[in-house]
């Protein structure tokens, strides 16, 4: 889809899913925040709402996967555990180029939400059954949605895999 000759932007494409899905979600201006504290503060949320979206290569063993793994905020990701999963020996941070092909987002402003064909959507259970909304940058570090967590899980679908860092 493309506005003007402009291709539709990550935003766009996310506030316009949710409005066709009928999802009950808030949406929200803010300043630059780069620290998953700093933008809960800015939203009023807590901070274990928000969904930090990790874009992650996973390889070895045969597999050669990049995936979308969303927990969290208040949760470090073990990545052991999301290339256990995917029966995969190494999992890491992809590389920011990777990132922008794969999200067309920079870093920090990633929704939890997977908009490219070779980009697997996983999400850790702890913040679903934990929150009855979940927060997220939609696309832009100065956009935020807060969404309902099931109609997060509705419409998004993703793989859920327990992949926080225990203790």
């Known amino acids: 889809m493309t506005t003007d000759n402009q291709p539709i932007s990550i935003h766009q494409q996310l506030v316009a899913l949710l409005n066709q899905e009928g999802a009950s979600y808030r949406l929200m201006q803010h300043p630059t925040a780069g620290k998953c504290e700093d933008v809960s503060l800015l939203r009023g949320t807590a901070l274990g709402q928000g969904a930090k979206a990790l874009v992650c290569k996973i390889k070895g063993q045969g597999v050669k996967q990049h995936v979308l793994a ?11 555990q999301v290339a256990h999963y995917f029966s995969a020996s190494k999992a890491s941070l992809a590389s920011p180029l990777e990132v922008d092909t794969l999200t067309r987002c920079v870093f920090g402003a990633i929704p939890p939400f997977s ?4 980009l697997k959507l996983i999400a850790d259970p702890y913040l679903f059954e934990n929150y009855d909304e979940i ?21 998004a679908r993703p793989t859920l895999v327990t992949f926080h860092r225990q203790g």
């Not at 969303?70 to 052991?80: F, I, N, R, Y």
């Not at 908009?115 to 070779?118: K, Q, R, T, W």
């Open 115 to 118: 908009f490219h064909p070779e």
């Open 70 to 80: 969303v927990l969290s905020a208040e949760k470090q990701a073990d990545l052991t």
């Open 135 to 155: 927060a997220f940058n939609a696309g832009s570090l100065e956009s935020s949605i807060i969404l309902r967590s099931e109609d997060y899980l509705r419409i």
